[in-house]
């Protein structure tokens, strides 16, 4: 099925990574939102957990290894065209996750791979649901430090 235009929603992926109060984010080097701040992520495949999707598509996108937690939320990405037609549609299924291993090094699908502070995110990404998933991700990584 054709990512553009597609005839029904693409289940994609994406990876909150923290390590030490900094967040894993990634320049997309493709569209849609190309050359944007994001968090790395892609399509799950056919057979794949959304975990694995996920810690696939980090190590893919950046080289790190990391260890999922729990599902964030899950967002609707819909961009239509100027004649309305349903140019993108992806539901996105957003993990946070601990880094386990690695350093950022950009790889497919990405033109840079970072380390940013949390606090600084929304500042970085132009989409407000992206900010919105790691503020939370980060609320649920401090819940459950404060639960142990």
Request: proline share 6%.
């Amino acid at each position: 099925m054709p990512r553009e235009y597609p005839q029904a929603p693409l289940v994609g992926v994406g990876a909150v990574v923290v390590r030490d109060g900094r967040v894993l984010l990634v320049r997309r080097a493709r569209p849609p939102r190309q050359g944007e701040w994001s968090l790395p992520g892609g399509l799950q495949k056919l057979g794949e957990t959304v975990f694995a999707a996920a810690i696939r598509e980090v190590r893919e996108e950046t080289g790190i290894d990391a260890r999922p937690v729990g599902i964030v939320d899950v967002v609707d990405m819909i961009d239509r065209d100027p004649d309305g037609r349903v140019r993108w549609h992806y539901t996105l299924v957003d993990v946070v996750a601990h880094w386990a291993a690695g350093e950022p090094v950009a790889g497919c699908d990405a033109a840079e791979a970072t380390w940013v502070e949390a606090a600084d995110v929304a500042g970085r990404v132009q989409w407000s649901e992206t900010a919105r998933i790691v503020a939370r991700a980060c609320e649920m990584l401090a819940e459950e430090e404060a639960g142990r």
